[in-house]
């Protein structure tokens, strides 16, 4: 009997040796694969708030989505326009907007999964990613809209756009799912939406893009341009709209 256990603590050493090296190959592809796809690292300060958000949102993510499958709009009395301020913290800028469906609590979960996930790596592709992502997990809450009317803008070519409109009710959620705050707002294009303009002359027999910069936005099409404006709008009239249901 001692043979067959001294081969079979021969086989476990021999295997463990074999699955060491293959984790350490694993490691060394993923951490090679992680830089090349995620080169913008995190500074350390940020990474350890990063870390606190995420933990945070992991924790109450059972009651999270509990309370946003219960959600029932028709039945929240709005707050008249004379209470108090929400106690939410919406940023415009993250304009972290969920819309009302049956789908709400997992479209929440896939965004606190994903904050997690950029947790734990601690890398990102672009820095708008990462200020994105930062900016999301900082929130004290998030914000979902129920839409009455979504007429999006149309651009009309050398004639300008048709501008959008947009009018609704958003409800402001705690991290626990717990309802806030609420509002009716309304949203409309601006007048004038700024974008870049990208074409090609031929200078000395050879295509060159010569660019008309603008500082407000980076590289975006007629129709980006058009989008964004209007989730903009959107983003600061509820913003400026939240009263508190307390």
């Known amino acids: ?7 079979a603590a021969t086989v476990v050493v021999a295997g463990g040796a074999i699955y060491g090296v293959i984790h350490w190959f694993t490691a060394s592809a993923q951490r090679e694969h992680d830089a ?7 500074p350390a300060g940020d990474a350890a708030q990063l870390e606190r958000d995420s933990a945070d949102w992991q924790h109450s993510r059972a009651q999270l989505a509990k309370n946003l499958r219960s959600f029932d709009p028709t039945k929240v009395v709005l707050p008249p326009a004379t209470a108090a301020a929400c106690p939410i913290a919406h940023d415009p800028r993250a304009a972290d907007l969920f819309t009302f469906s049956n789908t709400l609590a997992d479209d929440v979960l896939t965004r606190v999964n994903a904050i997690a996930t950029a947790a734990d790596r601690k890398r990102f592709a672009t820095v708008d990613d990462r200020n994105t ?9 998030l914000v979902v809209v129920a ?5 999006p803008p ?3 070519g050398e004639h300008g756009f048709t501008a959008g409109s947009r009018t609704g009710t958003a409800y402001a959620f705690d991290r626990t799912g717990t309802l806030v705050c609420a509002c009716a707002f309304g949203a409309m294009s601006s007048e004038r939406v700024h974008y870049w303009v990208t074409r090609a002359v031929m200078k000395g027999g050879g295509a060159v893009p010569e660019t008309n910069l ?7 099409s007629v129709d980006d341009a058009l989008a964004k404006d209007i989730d903009d709008a959107t983003a600061h009239a509820i913003a400026a709209g939240l009263r508190s249901l307390r």
């Open 214 to 220: 603008d500082e407000q936005f980076d590289n975006m």
């Open 1 to 7: 009997m001692k043979p067959l256990a001294i081969a």
């Open 133 to 141: 992502t930062v900016d999301r997990a900082h929130l004290d809450g």
């Open 154 to 156: 149309r651009n009309d």
């Open 147 to 151: 839409y009455r009317e979504n007429n």
């Open 36 to 42: 090349a796809m995620y080169p913008i690292v995190l």
